[in-house]
């Protein structure tokens, strides 16, 4: 897991002293932290970004929760998050208001690690927040990182003659997260399309309602979950027969013409 180096009443202090008078670049240099760390906490602070007051670039975000640019931009075009473009010279930039991320960070917190999060990296420790890095404390250690190689060619290994959750014991890696990288690993072949990894749990059975009531598409879906879009299909339609399908969304389901012919 990455380390973050904490700030401390002396870094902020020379931070609000070195604001405005000298470059973003020779404030990084003095305390020892990238420029976009700097413009990150002076927004936090209140002594206003490089851009603009109130807003963060995608790169402060990912800087904030040490998360990938990519996942920002994913984030703001499908996921909700609230960001607007500004133009620059030779590309475009997005920016997020901080109260926006605040709220998003709160109604989507499966989706980021409170543990890459500095503490009062937000400004305020709220009640949710404080909840979430006792519930964060308990992933795999791994959660949320990227796969290396090696790490693949494990998996793969074990694909065979072990379970996910032993997989994922070795790994570092959540039950979940083994299996989509499962399905990415049958994209680029280097698994067998034709074999279930393992059977459901609560936990992609939620997801899965949850995701529907988003409407989301199945392939959509499928990637999420790290399952093929057929498995996708087969378990909704399980869970209906079932009776474990939510009763009022199904007729919501129905009424789409693209739902009705699953």
Not at 106 to 122: A, M, T
């Amino acid at each position: 897991m990455r380390k973050w180096k904490t700030w401390t009443e002396e870094d902020i202090r020379t931070l609000r002293e070195m604001w405005g008078v000298y470059s973003v670049k020779a404030i990084a240099n003095r305390l020892g932290r990238t420029e976009s760390a700097v413009e990150t906490r002076a927004g936090i602070i209140g002594l206003g970004s490089a851009y603009t007051s109130n807003l963060l670039s995608a790169n402060q975000v990912s800087e904030l929760l040490g998360v990938d640019g990519k996942t920002v931009a994913r984030w703001i075009k499908k996921r909700g998050l609230k960001g607007r473009k500004m133009a620059m010279k030779q590309a475009e930039m997005w920016l997020v208001d901080m109260q926006d991320l605040e709220k998003w960070l709160r109604k989507n917190q499966d989706r980021w690690d409170s543990r890459k999060l500095e503490v009062y990296g937000l400004g305020v420790e709220s009640k949710w927040l404080q909840e979430k890095r006792k519930h964060d404390m308990t992933l795999p250690t791994k959660h949320g990182q990227r796969w290396t190689a090696a790490e693949d060619s494990r998996l793969i290994s074990y694909y065979d003659h072990r379970t996910v959750k032993e997989i994922g014991e070795i790994l570092g890696r959540s039950e979940t997260a083994i299996q989509r990288r499962v399905s990415r690993l049958k994209e680029k072949g280097k698994l067998p399309k034709d074999k279930i990894l393992v059977s459901w749990t609560t936990e992609e059975t939620q997801l899965l309602i949850d995701m529907d009531k988003q409407y989301l598409p199945d392939e959509e879906i499928a990637w999420e979950l790290g399952r093929e879009v057929d498995h996708v299909r087969s378990h909704r339609r399980r869970l209906r027969l079932k009776g474990m399908y939510p009763e009022q969304f199904q007729f919501l389901i129905c009424s789409l013409i693209t739902r009705c012919y699953r």
